[in-house]
């Protein structure tokens, strides 16, 4: 039997072979994968659902299609789903969405971003920082911003792979580990 993460890999691989390369459809498909990773994580109701034998498959699959309408996700993903739902695997849904997203990194070239503030700055600065990250990347970044007055200044950058933290907070972390 294959391992899980494996599983997992092999319909992510299947899902985005199946998607039009459309940054809209890509993007819309992952908010879907993450929606149904955080509703089955969440929920206990939601994961009842999904794993009891008690409600028929078709059930499944029609919540599914209303909720890829919902999320603009073509109908072509549901094969990929409906799979998940045949082995019983929508715990794999986590792990689904992270390999989804380093996937539609890798072809879109672009990576998904948060940028978290110490405090409410202007649209002119916060895109200053984000096109420095660009550039030191070599791809668009789709970013988040988020607001973190426990940073005291400056900000933190995430992607997947690459952080850069210039605040205040870590300045003064760095200073009480290392002595000056």
Known sequence: MLKKKEIARKAVRL???KLPKERKVLISTGEFIGFLAQLYRKNRDARNYFVSPFVPKEKKLEFLK???ERYE??????EV???LVDINAFSLLPEMKRLYDHEVEKLMRMSKGFLYLARDVDREEIDRIIGAVQKALGR??????GYDERLIGGFVFKTSGFVVDTSVKRQLEKLLVHGG
């Open 15 to 17: 899902l985005v072979r």
């Open 66 to 68: 209303n909720v890829m």
């Open 73 to 78: 996700v073509p109908s072509e993903a549901l």
């Open 81 to 83: 789903f409906e799979y």
């Open 140 to 145: 668009e970044l789709e970013v988040e911003v």
